[in-house]
């Protein structure tokens, strides 16, 4: 891009997380001069979009960057031209998540956030609005990128390649917080290491890892059995089993956990459950609480250091350096969300596709993978993306039999009757969401 | 062929199945004309051979075919310019399949003859076996067929096309079960119908169904809303939902129970071991008792009717049919496990599958697929395919790794330390079996 | 079908062929009842159409079948209700055809009927005219087959299937003459042979031979060297070179000569436009007025001897065979030319194929190739399929752009300004009939 | 790479185009530290070899970077514990150049040094001196990369890609060339331009152009119509026509000229050699030896301008930019030769084909396209590399029938017979180069 100043459109602008952002935009002002940012949020949001804006307002002037901040409750004037639109939006707020983790757990299923029967419910609520967005960008902003920190991230980036022409990237921290800490484990910095990931989003494998030009996958892989975990904060930190690592021949994230340790993972869940009677929503909401309580105060004119335990480290930079390196036409390689178009063979060309892409100022250009995903990666991925498939479908279109068909053969699900009891009750409970699925639902 | 008498080896003569197939190559003698008809057991079986040896002999005479009935323990003299080899084999017995069925339920988890962590042991026990006997062919009977009945077929058949140069078709009765079925339910003749089934043995739809040159597809599966099941004798017969079924937009074969109805199934077969103490082998011990004194008395000379019960509806008629066919190149078409070939287009081309196939003279030649298979099969086939490589991998070079990551990718484990506990739990109980994995097992 | 009585439109009905197909639907009666038959032609064929309609009714009467002959101009009165609608029409007639020839033939590239820049005009004026009857088959008949004879089969039938819902086969006697000429070499029925076809229309490889279960290929490349050369009446006659053959691995088709044989095929035929001053068209209208003279004397009631010399040899074997084997469902493998739907996996999914299917009541079912194409077979067969898509895109919008590309790239032409020179000729030349490139022709 | 001094051994060190080489490794000295450069050459060149070690000694000397200059004729001592081994070898000097342009152009076809017959020819000779090589990097530098400049370089990566397990990327100075003209049409910066080239060596499309982020492409395509023509100095430089490019949607490389624009390119040099009675390898060898006179002077201490006119612009830039950024993993984007890997999803996965790669320590990453290759160009592309599959093998091999096949369907020859004819005067001439077709060459 040529402009000399930039607009960006923050959907959502009301989150916790938005500092993180106004931390990242400040820092890389130089290079990625933002003159108007618009924090959009609903009126149920208002007194939190308060909050912000005038945290985000004393953070610019601290820092003396000529940036506009612009909180609105309208969302046209705010997509109106901008360069960038961004999406950190949560339909429902946190008593839907809440319910996306209490409805499965009931049915002694999985309940989390992204993943399984409350990572489904998720995209059932915010597919539709994100493509409302979508639809106001081609009318209002058509050139601009959208990106996407919405999760799941890979359901809704896969319905914007499908249902949209707007240019979009999904965007999560997972990726370089992997990188970071593999680059810790060998005191390098990150730059210094080349890491391949391959995978969908929250179901991503790191397949190689090279230093100096040599492969240390093997290397790499050894020392994760030395009781080093590389999870997230908002996961429950078990480790991998030495030669389960070793056969996989590749690290899983941390949200693997849900799959590859199903069982122990539930018990946790449920266990929470029962003894605090609370879920991962209700210890967000208790963050958040004091988080805004720290926003507010007057003299705060940073980035808290309390926010990273929220789960958001790296967030800042992964979403800065994205529209930096689009804006700069950096050219270098991040992790992000595309379509696939071949790049993972055993996965459909029009699949979304969490991979490293090189960042031009047309957008990410996906990197050819350097071998084949064995076999023991490519049976769980297809699966899952076939469920993401059908819930993009069910998301769009309200349809009830593609929603039960992709609960069934979700792996965290995997029984057609356990599929339909909790279908229903997450329709009826997020029945207000979901018109898309009205008169229909339940069946 | 232009063979005018033609040799045939059984291994696993000595299986109670066998009457079916005497009856089925008397029946045909005159379009299939076998006179040599070796029956192949190993020692700890004579009893039964000698029993089956006789009855065979009985059949045969009572008909007046001139077929040479031959009972032996060498099967080298048997493979030795045999036209066809086919193969029935269980090893280690009705009791590993005992274990096979316990072991997993003592987990938790399915124990099944052929799905499951179940079917996975018999795999590791077979492929080896059955990939000695091909070795066998290539010197004794280079050009002959091998038809493989011994479960679980598609994983046995995939090992013998990825290691061996011999010919083999892997055989199933629920292809041609279904067809009958369907037959029926239409008030029709089997021929009358265009059925098309894609998938893998034991997991395989029925997606088309054809009469008159008209797509009845639809039509058909609003009639299996009525309560029909289409179940095997061995398999509990619980009803499909009728949105379950709509949406899937395909009839699932008997063993997708395991699958869509895991839940329930496992319950199923909990309850039976807990209230009966039993499992299905200790069923089909019983079955095999009963039927073993029926087939020692002197006066029977047929087929007798209580072999239905024991789960091999048209096992003759699949067996037979298939070889009459190849040795008449006759091109009708029958549903046999072979290469994929492209056929199903979402698994490598190097996987068994079980589609309809026109038989001819140098073999089965699979018929491409009307439509590409919709998602929600893909999905699960595509998960299940990878465990049978894996398996396949596991099976014929003893690899842990692979074998753990294949118990934990499958949908009725799904889980890394349930795989390892039940893993090594088959590893130690089979280990007289399992030569390959010796000494590594159980790491 | 259960239909008892069956009424089939001929579209073209006033073609020289028409006798052949008449002789075996009298043939075929029994098996195939068509109790009317609608003879269409235009008002331009008038004489030739009354003269075939006589024959026809002559030799049906003859032959005692209650067959009811109807010429006629009204093409929608024949289409409505029928169960097969065949096309063998000429748009332009012979005289464009012999446009088709001489033009090229000017330009020093071949000219010929069906391949290179002849076989693409006759494309262009073609496909229009066959998506009219398709439109009308969707009206008034939409369950009937469209049985395509009309040429270039290949490219008409790719058109209709990515253009219309109509369902179709495309149909030439070349692979059941090549089926017939290698079943003499053996000296056995053409029954007991499995043939292995493999390519396009008229550029079809035979790739294997299977005589009694055995894969004799080998034996019958050798054979080929002897003098042996399956060529077509049409088409002049020279040997294929022993070690190409061997090479090639394959039986190329008659039309292979055009390729492989470029430089002298195009000697031959400028040879004879120069001595003789004519081309194939000439001939060909030479035949046909014969024929005509033969057709109307009243005392013939059968199809002529000399209709063979045409270039016509089991067409009337071909056609009623393949509609006999849809009404009864008869599951015989014949060599058509359908949708690639992966069987030629190094083709479009959408490109039309001539392979082996199976012929049920819906339509053919292709049969998948025992082993890939060679190297040397796929480059060839890429390229001009490459041709083909290019052509149907020229014939349906009118894009001078693609069939400029379309020309370029054909292995006969090769050469941009050779394209444009002889593009420009054949859209001035066939203006007429090209409506679709009005007024942009040519550029 | 982390070692802080590099050795490079350059086999055909003795080339005129080594002086740009030594140019571009001292001007990259500071970030690309070699401090020992073999150059490699046979005996035969033992005086060009003296006149490059002279010069390459005064040129370092004069510049004071601390790089020692060893010529040699061991091959194996320059090999030894190299880090990069780059080829720009001759294999039968000009002479067979010479020959390769000539044979051809006596049967009527494009005689070229690359494409066609000419570069066939070229590739049999090289491919098996380039895997002797590859051998020797076995054993003596395992971890250096093989930088190939050798003509053909498609044909020889892709030898080098299947027979040998050497990293290896095969490079021309073709498609910075392109970069370089396309950024002075714009006035920009090379860096300020993204390129996507797709194709295969001197048959590569120039398929999008985008500037600041926007897709510039069409306007590009449009611009080339006023007469810009793209060309090599060693290739007739005629321009293309307006409608064909904008119907081609692609800028073609100057290679294409000999296959769009066959017939005039072949006029071209048949005109050339009857009335000038020489072809492009005299020329070559009048600038040679001018070259290596200037090369002789002791005054002379830098790469003389005279060199640019022997087609090698940009060459050195290529080659060391390469290298310096595998050294430096600088991580930007080169358009080189590769594994295909899917990338082409219209090409076999282990061809070697030529598109924009993100250069790392481990070598290049080649980036997916941003659209499938377009009809047009995807069907002279596959037929093409079908060629050089067998070309290939028939080099690896000594294959008679694969190099007719090669031929017979390459779009410069496209019939059997003058295939034969060609090849097997091609077979005597370098009957002292092909060791592997002895003695069965010629049939």
């Keep these: 891009m040529t402009k000399k100043s930039l607009k960006i459109a923050v959907i959502g602008g009301g989150s916790s997380y938005t500092p993180e952002l106004i931390e990242g935009l400040i820092r890389y002002y130089d290079v990625f001069p933002v003159s108007e940012l618009y924090l959009v949020d609903i009126p149920?949001?208002?007194e939190k979009l308060n909050i912000i804006g005038a945290l985000a307002q004393r953070m610019v002037e601290e820092s003396g960057v000529p940036m506009r901040i612009v909180p609105t409750f309208d969302r046209r004037a705010a997509i109106r031209g901008a360069d960038f639109v961004t999406t950190q939006i949560r339909v429902g707020?946190?008593?839907?998540r809440s319910r996306d983790e209490r409805i499965p757990l009931a049915h002694h299923l999985i309940g989390q956030e992204t993943t399984g029967a409350g990572g489904f419910a998720k995209a059932l609520r915010t597919i539709p609005v994100i493509?409302?967005?979508?639809?106001?960008m081609e009318e209002l902003a058509p050139?601009?990128?959208?990106?996407n920190f919405t999760n799941p991230a890979g359901l809704v980036t896969e319905a914007v390649l499908k249902y949209s022409p707007i240019r979009t990237v999904g965007l999560c921290n997972l990726p370089i917080d992997t990188k970071m800490q593999i680059a810790e484990l060998y005191n390098r910095k990150p730059e210094e290491l080349f890491i391949e990931m391959a995978g969908i989003n929250h179901l991503n494998w790191t397949t190689k890892v090279?230093?100096?030009g040599i492969d240390v996958t093997k290397d790499f892989l050894g020392r994760l059995s030395d009781g080093k975990s590389f999870s997230m904060t908002n996961i429950p930190d078990l480790a991998w089993d030495q030669s389960f690592i070793r056969s996989l021949g590749a690290l899983p994230c941390a949200y693997h956990r849900y799959y590859y340790m199903k069982n122990e993972m539930l018990e946790e869940l449920l266990n929470k459950l029962e003894k605090q009677g609370t879920t991962r929503a209700d210890d967000v909401k208790a963050v958040e609480a004091e988080l805004f309580e720290l926003y507010k105060q007057p003299e705060l004119k940073h980035k808290p250091k309390q926010l990273e335990q929220r789960g958001g480290a790296y967030y800042s930079e992964a979403a800065v350096r994205l529209m930096r390196s689009i804006y700069?036409?950096?050219g270098d390689v991040q992790t992000v969300n595309v379509r696939n178009n071949g790049i993972i063979s055993c996965l459909p060309d029009d699949a979304s596709i969490e991979v490293n892409c090189v960042i031009k100022?047309?957008?990410p250009h996906p990197l050819s993978l350097s071998r084949p995903l064995p076999t023991q990666i490519r049976g769980l991925l297809q699966v899952v993306k076939a469920y993401e498939e059908l819930t993009v479908e069910a998301a769009v279109h309200g349809d009830y039999g593609k929603a039960l068909q992709a609960l069934t053969i979700h792996p965290l699900v995997g029984d057609e009757q356990a599929a339909r009891a909790v279908l229903d009750e997450l329709l009826q409970a997020n029945a207000a969401y979901?018109?898309?699925f009205q008169p229909t639902c339940p069946q």
């Design 93 to 96: 707020m946190l008593d839907a």
């Design 44 to 46: 149920e949001g208002a």
């Design 328 to 330: 700069n036409d950096t």
């Design 210 to 212: 090279v230093i100096d």
């Design 361 to 363: 100022s047309d957008g």
């Design 131 to 136: 493509l409302d967005i979508c639809r106001e």
């Design 143 to 147: 050139h601009a990128f959208l990106i």
């Design 434 to 436: 979901l018109p898309q």
